[in-house]
């Protein structure tokens, strides 16, 4: 039986056989050293003439999804309603202004007192 291969799967393959074969790995097809010598002992080439006559012992295994039968099923989302958004930002809210509070938030008079010490002195 001859698989039909992906062009992904085809690539792997050479890539893998022509590897095997610059390792010095044994060909398994007979080659002339003449037909050799016209691709130059190009490994991927080699690989490809081994590929095309099916005689390299691999097999790709291609799982398929299960069938289903019957109808298909919609899964149940919870809907969220206004009051509970409503309910989580006003605790996201509180958690800021917590957070704030204890960060001490810098205030307008604060600033304005730095500004003045940081000047330049003038003597």
Same mark, same amino acid.
């Given at each position: 039986?001859?698989?039909?291969?992906?062009?992904?799967?085809?690539?792997?393959?050479?890539?893998?056989?022509?590897?095997?074969?610059?390792?010095?790995?044994?060909?398994?097809?007979?080659? %002339?050293?003449?037909? !050799? +010598? @016209?691709?130059?002992?190009?490994?991927?080439? /080699?690989? &490809?003439?081994?590929?095309?006559? =099916?005689?390299?012992?691999?097999?790709?295994?291609?799982?398929?999804?299960?069938?289903?039968?019957?109808?298909?099923?919609?899964?149940?989302?919870?809907?969220?309603?206004?009051?509970?958004?409503?309910? %989580?930002?006003?605790? !996201? +809210? @509180?958690?800021?202004?917590?957070?704030?509070? /204890?960060? &001490?938030?810098?205030?307008?008079? =604060?600033?304005?007192?730095?500004?003045?010490?940081?000047?330049?002195?003038?003597?």
């Amino acid at each position: 039986m001859v698989q039909i291969f992906t062009k992904y799967e085809r690539a792997r393959i050479l890539g893998a056989r022509a590897l095997q074969i610059a390792m010095n790995a044994p060909l398994l097809v007979k080659i %002339s050293k003449d037909d !050799l +010598e @016209k691709i130059n002992f190009d490994a991927l080439k /080699i690989a &490809e003439v081994e590929l095309e006559s =099916d005689v390299l012992p691999i097999s790709i295994n291609k799982p398929m999804p299960k069938k289903r039968e019957g109808p298909l099923k919609r899964l149940k989302t919870p809907l969220s309603s206004d009051k509970k958004k409503e309910e %989580s930002e006003e605790k !996201l +809210e @509180k958690e800021i202004i917590e957070e704030g509070e /204890i960060m &001490e938030l810098a205030q307008p008079e =604060d600033e304005m007192e730095d500004s003045g010490d940081s000047g330049s002195d003038e003597e």
